[in-house]
């Protein structure tokens, strides 16, 4: 007789669920150096916009003609300007005044523009409308907003606010046209609906905190362009008026001097350009870990 066949105990073991959860977006975030960096850099200078007055070491319009066009070292680690102030405290006071700006008109410009995406989205009867008033102004070039702008108004900083937030605005209403047109092909704003939801609940609550991180990312990459935006038509004397200080006012001021004295136009650039770039950065950084496609 043959012997019985002895049963393999090599059996292949079941699979083990990962007990590891994905990172929240936060945490990745956090644990991007560059966006870290960027943010830390951000949040410096407008902790130093913010407490000027404190750490200023002079007047900001205290003239001296005496002390014009000094290079930078000794008493005046910066230099002075053409009309002998402090570059420290013009800094200082002038990253106050473009930061007002950069923000005053991406938070408005981004609320109207959001807005418009979400209604055209929502109610297709307005998307027609809304979308060609955005297609108009997106045929126009920024700069040309705030020429048209300051023939109306004058120059001045509320004109470049006004000017800002109308260059904004198209482009966020598009983004925010596209991001909430996906959400309402979803299951759950049907659903919504079929059991009755308000409508008014169904906009806040289902579509707009939908769209909610793709209209954050990208206002975030837009405070960067209205900051760069903003400082190009100060150069031009659209923005703030002397003696006002504004970091693209004040890179004009210096134009004149650049041959000998270059710090008092490349300081205020330099300052413009860190800031645009930290802007950028972090919103790259945001971008990638609040796309949905990136959480896999």
């Known amino acids: 007789m043959s012997e019985p066949v002895a049963m393999s105990s090599d059996r292949p073991a079941a699979p083990v669920e990962s007990t590891v959860r994905p990172l929240s977006p936060w945490r990745r975030l956090l644990r991007d150096k560059v966006a870290v960096a960027a943010g830390a850099f951000l949040v410096l200078v407008v902790l130093a916009a913010i407490f000027a007055p404190l750490l200023a070491p002079a007047d900001p319009y205290d003239n ?4 014009r066009l000094k290079p930078p070292g000794g008493d005046f680690v ?3 300007d053409t009309q002998g102030r402090d570059m420290v405290t013009r800094l200082l006071y002038g990253t106050r005044t473009t930061l007002v700006i950069g923000v005053s008109a991406v938070l408005m410009g981004g609320f109207i523009g959001a807005l418009m995406g979400i ?7 307005l998307e027609n409308l809304l979308m060609r008033i955005v297609d108009i102004l997106l045929s126009f070039p920024s700069i040309l907003f705030g020429l048209a702008i300051a ?3 004058g120059p001045g900083v509320d004109t470049l606010i006004v000017a800002l937030t109308v260059s904004a605005i198209p482009s966020v209403a598009r983004v925010t046209r596209g991001a909430a047109t996906v959400v309402m092909q979803q299951d759950y704003l049907e659903a919504g609906r079929a059991v009755g939801v308000r409508e008014r609940v169904l906009i806040w609550r289902y579509l707009t905190l939908n769209c909610l991180s ?4 990208y206002l975030t990459l837009q405070f960067g362009q209205t900051i760069l935006l903003g400082a190009a038509l100060s150069f031009l004397g659209l923005g703030a008026q002397p003696p006002i200080a504004e970091l693209g006012t004040m890179a004009a001021e210096g134009r004149n001097f650049l041959s000998f004295r270059p710090h008092v136009a490349t300081i205020p650039s330099v300052a413009i350009f860190l800031i645009v770039l930290a802007a950028n950065l972090l919103g790259d950084a945001m971008r990638d870990v609040l796309d949905p496609r990136m959480r896999q």
Do not use: E
């Open 64 to 67: 001296n003609i005496r002390l």
């Open 78 to 80: 910066l230099g002075t």
């Open 119 to 125: 209604m055209a989205a929502y109610y297709r009867r």
């Open 151 to 153: 023939a109306l108004l």
């Open 214 to 217: 793709t209209i954050l990312v």
